[in-house]
C-alpha cells in the first residue's frame, strides 16, 4: 500500500472511530490548611475531595473524570479545590474549631473532620460541596462518570440550588 493511500485509510478510519473525551488542564488541588484560608479570603466555594490511597474508585475518579474538559472548567472557575486523605492524621480547624487526631490511633482511623463532614458514612471517593460560608450544600459518595459530575458542578458552582430544585434544573441542563 503507498504511503498515500495509507495516509487517506487513517484520515477516513479516524472519522469513524469513537474519539476519547477531551481531556483539560488537571486541577490543582490544595491542602486542607491552604484550601481553607484560599477560599475565606476570596470569598468561595470548596470543592473537596475525600480519598484514600488504597481506593481504586478514588483514583479513576481522579484520573478520568476529574481530567474532562468541560469537568475540570467548571470546577477550577467555580471553586477552590482541596484533597483530603481521608486518614490524614493533621489536626485540622474548620469554621472556628480544631478537630484533633489522637497521635495513638492516627493511622486506624478515619480524621475526625472527615468524619464529621461526611456525617460518619465513610464512602470513598467523597465529594463535598462547600459554600462561600463553608457550609455544608451536598455530600456525594462513590464514582461518578463525567456526564454525572459536570451537572452537579454547574448546579452548586453557579449557584442555581438558591433559586431551583435539582430536578427542575437537571432537566433544563445542556451541555454546551
Not at 472557575?77 to 485540622?92: C, G, M, R
Not at 463532614?117 to 450544600?137: I, K, M, Y
Amino acid at each position: 500500500m503507498s504511503k498515500r493511500l495509507y495516509l487517506l485509510w487513517v484520515v477516513i478510519l479516524g472519522g469513524l472511530l469513537p474519539s476519547s473525551p477531551a481531556v483539560g488542564q488537571a486541577i490543582s488541588w490544595q491542602s486542607w490548611e491552604e484550601g481553607a484560608a484560599k477560599a475565606a479570603r476570596e470569598n468561595r466555594k470548596i470543592l473537596l475531595f475525600v480519598y484514600t490511597p488504597s481506593c481504586g474508585w478514588c483514583k479513576k475518579l481522579e484520573q478520568e473524570t476529574l481530567t474532562q474538559t468541560q469537568v475540570t472548567q467548571a470546577i477550577k472557575s467555580n471553586f477552590v479545590t482541596i484533597k483530603l486523605n481521608a486518614y490524614e492524621s493533621a489536626d485540622l480547624e474548620f469554621r472556628g474549631k480544631w478537630y484533633r487526631t489522637s497521635s495513638a490511633t492516627s493511622n486506624a482511623r478515619l480524621n475526625p473532620l472527615v468524619t464529621t463532614l461526611l456525617e460518619g458514612r465513610a464512602s470513598f471517593p467523597a465529594l463535598v460541596f462547600l459554600d462561600e460560608t463553608q457550609q455544608v450544600l451536598q455530600t456525594f459518595a462513590g464514582f461518578k462518570q463525567a456526564d454525572e459530575l459536570l451537572p452537579i458542578v454547574v448546579y452548586y458552582g453557579k449557584d442555581h440550588y438558591k433559586n431551583m430544585p435539582w430536578q427542575s434544573f437537571y432537566r433544563k441542563f445542556v451541555v454546551e
